[in-house]
């Protein structure tokens, strides 16, 4: 491994271990000792220790681990590394913060009044744990993972699958905690997405790419075959120049914005991107109508 590969490997779990850190940190400080909810895997085992007083940390490792195997199964073990890396690492700052609560060292942010700025503070902070999650390419694992199987076996949206399993979960939390801490959750949630945009510098639900470098015909074939995307390969030709060449474009999601700036750099460093917003897109792989 070279230098700057390793530079790059180092840098990328340094961002993914800070975001579950403050994401775990997020969960104990205000979710659990306010009885608010979260959504996913995570929220299972909220739920869970509301219901049964197991650890979050201990529930959420375990009922990820059957979704690491399918995963893998599925997806192959590239695309579940840094899964697993953030999955296994949420699990032990979750044990770590409430190991600092339970020995007095840190006192949780509870209120019995003003829950507006519990969610506030709690949206704010999740998001922000979860955006430098996002932004390494890893993920927390649970639904993340079903949500991309189903994505690539039946062309299911993944916001749209995340969506519904975040309502399905938050709904059976009824059955432990009363409507108006679910409420105050959905606040939570709403600002937690918005700040997970900001930190990933993009407001929108994916970006579109127009490249030209050396070699398009191969870089297209990089990202159909390392991210799955579709490519189009356009005639173009320089104003200035006259020279006629291919231009390269490709929508993906704001998860993938990093790694495929990562490819095109790799395969040409001296290559000029445009990265453009895209308020909606529908088609597969995206939002189908």
């Known amino acids: 491994m070279t230098r700057q590969k390793l530079w790059a490997s180092v840098r990328t779990w340094s961002i993914l271990l800070l975001g579950t850190a403050i994401y775990g940190f997020g969960i104990v400080y205000f979710i659990v000792p306010n009885r608010l909810m979260e959504g996913g895997v995570t929220g299972v085992g909220i739920l869970l220790l509301y219901a049964t007083g197991l650890p979050a940390s201990l529930t959420t490792l375990i009922l990820n681990l059957p979704l690491f195997w399918l995963g893998w199964r599925k997806l192959g073990f590239r695309a579940m590394v840094y899964t697993f890396g953030g999955t296994v690492s949420l699990s032990v700052f979750l044990w770590l913060w409430q190991a600092m609560v339970d020995h007095g060292w840190l006192t949780p942010f509870t209120t019995q009044q003003d829950f507006i700025l519990v969610v506030l503070y709690a949206g704010v902070t999740l998001g922000a744990g979860l955006g430098l999650v996002f932004y390494s390419g890893g993920t927390t694992g649970g639904v993340d993972i079903i949500a991309r199987i189903a994505n690539r076996r039946g062309g299911i949206s993944m916001g749209q699958f995340i969506l519904l399993m975040d309502v399905i979960i938050l709904g059976t939390s009824l059955i432990f905690i009363p409507k108006e801490k679910v409420l105050y959750t959905l606040v939570s949630v709403f600002i937690s997405a918005r700040v997970i945009d900001f930190v990933q510098e993009g407001a929108y639900a994916a970006k579109a790419f127009t490249i030209l470098c050396r070699e398009p015909e191969k870089l297209a074939k990089q990202i159909t075959s390392e991210l799955e995307r579709g490519v189009t390969l356009m005639n173009a030709v320089g104003a200035y120049s006259g020279e006629a060449r291919m231009a390269v474009y490709c929508v993906v999601s704001r ?34 109508e």
């Open 255 to 288: 998860f993938e914005v990093r790694k495929l700036k990562s490819l095109v750099r790799q395969h040409d460093r001296q290559a000029f991107i445009v990265i453009a917003d895209v308020h909606d897109v529908l088609g597969e792989g995206f939002r189908e």
